[in-house]
């Protein structure tokens, strides 16, 4: 499956983006996942297929909220109150088959990647 990005880019503090990822075929679970320069690779929220169940890093609980399409085949990442903390390389992430929720933060448990997209916040 091919992930495709896109969404990213310039906003001042307290603004809002919203990412978009969509897969070339079917997938189960989707994810973000962020890398700011020189730290490593950080869950931000995950969404099953049915959308039923989402969970997020605490570093954004009730900043960003996570969506799907009713096709399934894209994934949204709603970015509110963005702070410059908050800059980094998106990448959304997929599994094709089904897991159970606790690994869902980890980057091992997906199998396909997007290119990843950029979101810079201004002080």
């Known amino acids: 499956v091919q992930l495709q990005a896109s969404g990213g880019g310039l906003v001042q503090a307290g603004g809002s983006l919203r990412l978009s990822c969509t897969a070339s075929g079917r997938t189960y679970h989707m994810a973000w996942f962020r890398q700011a320069p020189g730290k490593e690779r950080e869950f931000v929220a995950f969404?099953?297929?049915?959308?039923?169940?989402?969970g997020f890093a605490e570093s954004v609980k009730g900043r960003f909220t996570i969506s799907r399409d009713s096709a399934k085949t894209t994934v949204y990442l709603q970015m509110n109150s963005l702070k410059p903390e908050d800059t980094a390389v998106y990448y959304c992430a997929a599994r094709a088959t089904r897991t159970v929720l606790p690994v869902l933060r980890y980057p091992t448990t997906y199998n396909s990647w997007g290119q990843g997209t950029l979101v810079t916040v201004s002080s």
């Open positions: 969404i099953t297929l049915s959308g039923g169940a989402t």
